[in-house]
């Protein structure tokens, strides 16, 4: 049986066969060398006809400066088109003034060349435009400018090109006059606080059809070549990050998502779990089977008060996952992945973070290292999944973040289970001496990308056994091209550490949940993941991952038996 492809009526009707098919089918053939014309004759006019400009024409350019490119399609951009002479001589003045105090401050022969600048053009030209930034939206508010908070000053500054180009491509010319007080010119248009000028346009019919930019034909600067403006990856006088792993290729994550546009559904039906797939897939894994692996260690800073539960749990865990009767192992099962069980000290607490280090050398190395090569033998069964068993380790996981992220003590500490407010508070304190022992303030820096041996420091130091072997499983399965389903805030520090050591880890990553630890948020938004589940678990030893792995066999076993459309 065929079935059509569900197209909608509204938005992009193309399927990713036809886009895959002719990549440059959207381009506008005829309008390239056009195009390129009016980008290279564009030029910054002074001398200006008083002949009126047509309505038509002023609306095309201003509807022009509307459709440009804003950030969180903000559209913070409002044109205040001036034409009457009193304000147009005021603004004058205050641009000759402007030009007249830089140029006091410049050397002799700048100072002339500014002095001889002709600003004339906001009188003569019979338009006047002060394209305005509204900025009255907090930056959080808007898409993309909480990180780039001036965001919204170059969507209208890309607003400004806009009709730069459109002018010059009706035949009319268009200065930038930026020599003003922002505040004088704000008051003479009457902005309101919250509402700031990029400066004024002037618009009209050129008096001057100049062959180059002025500025370049006065002698101030010259145009510079391409390639001394041109630079590959980085900044030239920056080495190149060391990696010795690579995220999948460009066309296997767009082949992923290619494989299921012709499923008989509408796009991204699944939501978050078709990226999740399609990062899997981009992989070349399946997400069927594979294995969870469980480290269990005991840790010495239960002698500090920070648990509610006698360290021999821990042991008693470790003998029912044996059994294949804890709750980890009973997930795994059910969930169709194999156990792999790490006993990375139980038994053996080891330092108490407070006053010595968890781990010394030799046994931090060999834990990594057993963890690395048992990452890179289960990588090709399936899912790797991951799981602890430790009491005392939501502290231990919490003081790594709080390195690692660069937040305080308070920010990363939970109440871990069964936990009191005295016990929360005696973990902070916990967490504080442990940072300012190894020389991080209690308000620690983030630790960079790419600093291996501070990372390595961190993990002997501050961690402990299973998670100097969670970190090696996930090193060992992403060098293996394997694919790490995470589960608590255990696994997911030592999945940062492993990315902070080997940035492209980053690709083989899937956040199987979100737990109830405080931190566990804040290194899953580091991480860039979104979890699949989120229902708060508190059971550790890779429930949460197990529950997700069976969560994506459902949704793999959608995208493979889900019938096929044609284009």
């Known amino acids: 049986m065929t079935y059509r492809r569900p197209v909608p009526s509204i938005g992009d009707p193309t399927s990713a066969a036809e886009r895959a098919a002719a990549p440059d089918a959207w381009a506008l053939t005829d309008a390239i060398d056009p195009l390129a014309e009016v980008v290279a004759a564009r030029r910054d006019i002074r001398r200006f006809r008083p002949d009126p400009v047509p309505d038509d024409v002023l609306t095309a350019v201003l509807t022009a400066g509307h459709r440009g490119p804003s950030v969180g399609h903000s559209q913070p951009w409002r044109f205040i088109v001036v034409t009457e002479a009193e304000s147009r001589d005021a603004a004058a003045v205050m641009a000759d003034r402007c030009r007249l105090r830089q140029a006091a401050g410049m050397s002799e ?22 394209v305005a930034c509204d900025r009255r939206t907090p930056a959080a508010g808007v898409l993309g400018r909480a990180t780039f908070p001036d965001a919204d000053l170059w969507s209208c500054a890309a607003a400004i090109e806009n009709m730069w180009l459109t002018a010059r491509a009706h035949g009319l010319g268009l200065g930038w006059v930026t020599l003003f007080e922002p505040s004088e010119l704000a008051a003479l248009l009457g902005l309101p606080d919250g509402v700031v000028t990029l400066g004024w346009l002037c618009l009209g019919w050129p008096d001057e059809r100049p062959p180059e930019p002025g500025l370049e034909r006065a002698g101030w600067s010259k ?91 821990t042991a008693d865990v470790v003998r029912a996952t044996r059994e294949g009767t804890s709750m980890g192992a009973v997930a795994a099962r059910s969930a169709g992945l194999a156990v792999e069980l790490v006993d990375a000290g139980v038994g053996s607490p080891g330092g108490d973070l407070v006053h010595t280090d968890a781990l010394d050398e030799e046994a931090y190395a060999a834990l990594l290292a057993r963890g690395r090569t048992l990452g890179q033998a289960v990588a090709g069964s399936g899912l790797v999944a991951l799981g602890e068993v430790g009491v005392g380790n939501t502290t231990v996981a919490a003081c790594l973040a709080a390195a690692l992220l660069g937040r305080p003590a ?23 001496q442990a940072l300012r022992r190894v020389g991080l303030p209690p308000t620690p820096t983030p630790t960079p990308n790419s600093s291996g041996p501070g990372i390595h420091t961190l993990l002997r130091r501050l961690g402990g056994g299973e998670l100097a072997v969670l970190t090696g499983v996930v090193l060992g399965a992403a060098e293996a091209g394997g694919v790490v389903v995470l589960d608590g805030l255990a696994t997911s520090v030592a999945a940062l550490a492993a990315v902070r050591l080997e940035p492209a880890v980053a690709a083989h ?47 793999h076993r959608l995208r493979t038996d889900v019938a096929r459309t044609t284009a």
């Open 509 to 555: 990553l899937v956040a199987g949940q979100r737990s109830r630890e405080r931190a566990h948020g804040l290194v899953l938004d580091e991480l860039g993941l979104e979890p699949v589940l989120d229902l708060r678990i508190r059971a550790g030893e890779g429930v949460g991952a197990a529950l997700a792995c069976g969560v994506l066999a459902g949704a």
């Open 410 to 432: 308070g920010d990363v500490v939970g109440r871990g289970s069964s936990a009191d407010s005295a016990m929360v508070a005696r973990k902070v304190d916990v967490v504080e």
């Open 223 to 313: 145009r510079l070549p391409l390639d001394q403006v041109v630079m590959r990856e980085r900044w030239t006088e920056r080495p190149a990050p060391v990696s010795h792993l690579r995220a999948p290729s460009q066309e296997h994550v767009v082949a992923a998502r290619d494989r299921a546009d012709d499923l008989l559904t509408v796009p991204e039906s699944l939501g978050a779990l078709d990226t999740v797939l399609n990062r899997i897939e981009a992989l070349g894994r399946r997400a069927q089977g594979g294995t969870l692996v469980i480290a269990a260690a005991d840790h010495g800073v239960v002698a500090h008060g920070v648990t509610a539960f006698d360290p021999s749990v």
């Open 109 to 130: 022969d700048s100072a002339r060349s500014l002095r001889d600048l002709r600003l004339e053009g906001i009188r003569e030209a019979p338009v006047g435009i002060v």
